[in-house]
């Protein structure tokens, strides 16, 4: 299994005073049971309980004491409760309720066990029947492979340094693009880029990704009771996968005959398993942050070899240099929105991107990057300088000095001055290093 990003802020974890029990948020199939084996293999003990079982899932139910309960994990485990480096992964936690509530135990009994809850239909049903101890737990996202993780899977271990470093070689640029196309393709799902980096074979990919897809909607009436929001669902998941990157009305979403509310709200709920995210636009460009909930979100979905699997684009892909032309740019605006929040383990982080719609003025952002006090324009495309018109607006209106492209093209930067006089530095950065954003900063801005 190769290595994942997410590991290092295991081991912070593992490591830190006052550690609380670790709750692992992430979609499906994102490879949150994989992850904490890897970590497992640090401990003297590891006791991994699945409460889909219904002999693990009784430990925690009726009203038995934690020393009582404490016991029966040990003895299901076959383990001697000793004085080592143990940890207890509680996985598909969302099967028992009484399992949620034993965390505030672990915390306050046993603070030097360390505990970790994960669960594939956890994101839907939070604030429903289980509520998370307040003050007990912390919480760490995982999301699917960042393209370096792609990288270390494919065994190219130097590039990974460099694109870390920012000091990829010009030499080497078009190899890296290429690679970066076939991310698109094969996505970050554990199981797609393993099956890759073993047969080098896209088309062995379908399958994977069609029973990826089957079981999505497979769990749909986990998340649903009414037939009509079933369907409702079913229809997203059948449909929306080619409006990855665009904005979208609810109402007649996809040639849809259902109220905007109903679609709404069936957003909503898969929005909570983390299969999309709906993401509002800011119309301003400072601080308070505020997404106008009123206008039309952009659609963002998990994965990109997802969306590239059910639009057909796999071999378009495969074969052009035009990354952001394919779909007028919307795909690479979509694994562009992957990498940003790929880069990030903090639960809830949100996508921006900003809009200006005032009369024979409309202007679009595709992405705005919050870094420490600042708010930071991203567009998405290559092209000459005068392409950049919204992004000139949003410049405009901002305090910010700097802005971000990322575009096919090697790492350069360009002085604009605008109509108004202004000045500002505009840093053009290569796809590959999207995921690199906050070093890049960390380095350029003061």
Not at 232 to 260: D, E
Not at 271 to 282: A, G
Request: overall charge neutral.
């Amino acid at each position: 299994m190769f290595q994942r990003l997410a590991l290092t802020a295991l081991h912070r974890w593992g490591e830190k005073e006052g550690r609380k029990p670790l709750v692992l948020r992430g979609a499906r199939q994102v490879g949150k049971t994989t992850l904490v084996k890897l970590f497992a293999r640090e401990f003297d003990v590891f006791i991994e309980l699945n409460l889909e079982e219904k002999e693990n899932a009784r430990l925690f139910a009726g009203e038995v004491s934690f020393d009582d309960l404490l016991a029966g994990i040990y003895a299901k485990a076959g383990v001697r409760m000793e004085n080592k480096r143990t940890l207890i992964f509680i996985d598909e936690i969302q099967n028992e309720p009484e399992a949620v509530r034993s965390l505030r135990y672990f915390y306050e009994k046993r603070p030097d066990l360390h505990v970790i809850a994960a669960g594939s239909l956890l994101e839907s049903l939070v604030g429903n029947h289980i509520s998370f101890p307040v003050g007990r737990v912390e919480y760490m996202a995982l999301h699917p492979c960042t393209f370096t993780e792609f990288l270390g899977a494919l065994g190219e271990n130097v590039l990974v340094e460099q694109i870390e470093r920012l000091t990829v070689p010009q030499s080497v640029h078009s190899y890296v693009m290429d690679l970066f196309r076939k991310y698109m393709i094969v996505g970050g799902l554990p199981e797609a880029v393993a099956n890759y980096a073993k047969y080098k074979d896209w088309v062995r990919l379908n399958d994977i990704f069609n029973s990826l897809i089957a079981g999505y909607k497979d769990d749909i009436e986990k998340y649903a009771k009414k037939n009509k929001e079933q369907d409702i669902l079913r229809y997203i998941l059948n449909y929306g996968w080619g409006l990855a990157g665009q904005r979208f009305q609810f109402a007649k979403f996809a040639g849809s005959s259902y109220k905007s509310s109903e679609m709404g709200d069936a957003f909503r709920i898969l929005e909570k398993t983390l299969l999309l995210e709906l993401v509002y636009p800011l119309i301003s460009t400072s601080f308070p942050i505020l997404p106008d909930l009123k206008r039309s979100p952009k659609l963002l979905w998990l994965d990109t070899g997802l969306v590239n699997y059910v639009a057909e684009m796999q071999e378009r892909l495969l074969f052009t240099s035009a990354t952001d032309e394919l779909w007028n740019g919307d795909i690479a605006e979509q694994v562009v929105g992957q990498e940003l929040l790929g880069a990030s383990v903090t639960f809830g982080t949100k996508r921006m991107f900003w809009v200006r719609d005032a009369r024979n003025s409309q202007a679009e952002v595709d992405f705005v990057y919050k870094f420490k006090s600042r708010l930071l324009p991203i567009e998405v495309k290559t092209g000459d300088n005068s392409r950049l018109r919204s992004l000139h607006q949003f410049m405009e209106e901002s305090k910010e000095n700097i802005a971000i492209r990322l575009w096919n093209g090697t790492f350069c930067s360009d002085e604009i001055q605008l109509p108004s006089g202004k000045q500002y530095t505009l840093y053009n950065l290569p796809f590959y290093y999207a995921g690199q954003l906050e070093s890049f900063l960390n380095d350029k801005v003061e």
